[in-house]
């Protein structure tokens, strides 16, 4: 009877082992493929949404006509054009605030949605099936960085897809 409980212990032991190293793997295969930046103007896919950079501007100062609405930034406005496809069977919100600006150094820049005001129609677009939209993203970085990729993400929670912005 003892040694029937130690083999059920052993097995549930190991079926948990091989759990949290089956999570593990597919945790690093997801963190690999999210570091790799595909190449300038390639359609990446995460989730249900397709992205295209079509466009990056030279850095500026400010963005915007409107003086009520203009921003100017702590360093300099690196603007990222990009087509955003729903590639999905149902409607999808596409957030500006979900996508990131990698730079050469591996640092993070968060989209700047208050300067993105002054140069989309709206910040969060539902998107149909099939549907693309056209948007600029708006990232705050220090005078003189260069930009290496963004990283497009279909949501807060996804796995993102990178491409190279050179």
């Not at 032991?13 to 759990?19: K, M, Q, R, T």
């Not at 295209?52 to 400010?62: G, I, L, M, N, S």
């Not at 820049?109 to 910040?123: C, G, K, M, R, W």
């Not at 948007?135 to 963004?150: I, S």
């Amino acid at each position: 009877m003892l040694g029937g409980f130690l083999l059920a212990v052993l097995a549930l032991f190991g079926g948990c082992v091989a759990l949290i190293g089956g999570a593990a793997n597919e945790v690093a295969k997801s963190e690999q493929a999210r570091s790799v930046a595909a190449p300038a103007g390639t359609e990446v896919r995460d989730g249900k949404f397709a992205f295209t950079v079509t466009q990056v501007d030279p850095p500026v100062r400010t963005v915007g006509d409107n003086p009520y609405l203009q921003k100017t930034a702590q360093g300099e406005f690196v603007l990222v054009h990009v087509e955003v496809t729903n590639v999905g069977d149902v409607a999808q919100q596409y957030f500006g605030a979900n996508q990131k600006l990698i730079d050469a150094q591996g640092r993070e820049f968060a989209n700047d949605t208050s300067a993105e005001i002054n140069v989309n129609d709206e910040l969060v677009a539902e998107i149909n099936p099939g549907n693309k939209i056209s948007m600029v993203l708006v990232f705050d970085v220090p005078t003189g960085t260069d930009p290496a990729a963004v990283e497009f993400h279909d949501s807060a929670f996804s796995n993102g897809a990178r491409v190279a912005l050179k």
